[in-house]
């Protein structure tokens, strides 16, 4: 399953030449969502010299996402697009290194090219402006609302995304238990939630911006125990982990006893709670009953000091879920990761709603399983099976 991005860029001169800044935006092709923005000032320049830096700057955006994306290219400047499609020829100096670095940032074969017309390429346009009124005031462009606090709606309704081609819009699901006969051995993700840590049974908030606590003596055995289920199973074909010591050590665990290696996916670990890392639930609706209360009646809420928000995870679990699907098509892998991730794979094959995250219980050490099929549409199979620990 290959990502599908969208970069919409652009760029302006106040003067032409004159103060000059580009923007640009990634969104996700299917979705709509963005995934990333960039802006800058670039001082004195042309509107081309912005457009391509507002190319560029998209372009690698979306590298950094995904170096084996698919991108379609959206822009306003006619120039920019039928040079970069090779239709017309770059003579001028000034273009030449400009267009050798676009075609550096991303496969060629990867990125096509689209006109637009201005009013279709707000987003890009905006960034642009911002770009350069932060340069008349003698300061850089800053971002301001994060990608995950603008919301998915929001962007594809002001954009007005169309169903683009050639992106194609994902098949609908089979209705009721029916399912194609062509499509093959599903990808199976056997998602398993690290053993106990000492925060565990006190219910404190443990992300990746914490203190990375070891397997305690109840999780390594609750590591032991499912790594004998998973061997009576013999369905395992290979194991992916979050980078956290809780689940490397978990996965390990299971991997001496299958004989496979264990593969880390930076994607996979848990969310960074902020200066709630910890705390109890009690302790954080003493210290930050307004944060709190934001970021349990919003997705996109972050925790207080620099946290994430489940907006922001889903992202980055839905990249790290495609490139995992590209790598092991037809197998079944085990994910040893944490519960937001995992409650955020579960939320993304149902198309269950954000809120849905916090309707879920995953206990420590339990299985849950995925299966993604070819037509795009998933299934869940097992969810908080925790039978093995008894």
């Known amino acids: 399953m290959t990502n599908r991005f969208i970069v919409e860029a652009d760029g302006g001169s106040r003067g032409n030449p004159g103060p000059a800044g580009y923007g640009a935006v990634v969104l996700d092709a299917v979705t709509g969502e963005a995934l990333a923005e960039a802006a800058e000032y670039i001082g004195t320049a042309t509107n081309n010299v912005a457009e391509y830096k507002g190319l560029i700057a998209g372009l690698e955006a979306a590298h950094a996402l995904d170096p084996d994306a698919e991108i379609q290219v959206r822009m306003d400047s006619k120039l920019v697009v039928e040079q970069m499609s090779g239709r017309w020829k770059i003579k001028h100096p000034d273009m030449k290194p400009l267009a050798a670095r676009a075609q550096r940032a991303h496969p060629a074969g990867r990125v096509s090219y689209q006109w637009i017309p201005r009013e279709k390429n707000k987003h ?115 194991i992916v982990s979050s980078p956290m010591l809780r689940c490397r050590q978990t996965a390990g665990t299971i991997a001496d006893r299958l004989g496979l290696d264990v593969r880390v996916e930076e994607g996979l670990r848990e969310a960074d709670f902020g200066s709630w890392e910890g705390l109890t639930f009690a302790e954080v609706q003493e210290r930050h009953p307004e944060d709190l209360n934001a970021w349990l009646a919003s997705t996109k809420a972050a925790p207080t000091g620099g946290g994430e928000s489940f907006a922001t995870v889903a992202r980055r679990v839905s990249l790290s879920r495609d490139k995992l699907l590209a790598r092991y098509a037809g197998r079944t892998v085990l994910l040893v990761t944490h519960v937001t991730p995992i409650k955020t794979l579960v939320r993304l094959a149902l198309g269950a709603p954000p809120e849905s995250l916090f309707r879920m219980e995953l206990s420590a050490a339990s299985l849950s399983a995925v299966a993604y099929y070819g037509d795009g549409n998933a299934s869940l199979r097992l969810l908080n099976d925790t039978s093995h620990l008894r």
């Open 124 to 238: 890009a346009d905006r960034l642009a402006n911002e770009a350069m009124d932060a340069g008349k005031a003698g300061r850089q462009w800053e971002p301001g609302l994060s990608s995950a606090d603008r919301g998915t709606s929001g962007v594809a309704a002001a954009l007005e995304i169309p169903a683009a081609e050639p992106l194609a819009e994902p098949k609908a699901a089979p209705v009721g238990w029916a399912a194609p006969a062509d499509l093959g051995a599903p990808t199976t993700f056997v998602l398993l939630r690290h053993g106990e840590t000492a925060l565990t049974p006190e219910k404190r908030f443990s992300g990746s911006g914490g203190t990375d606590p070891e397997l305690s003596a109840a999780g390594r055995r609750q590591a032991e125990a499912a790594a004998a289920a998973l061997a009576a199973r013999g369905t395992i074909q290979a």
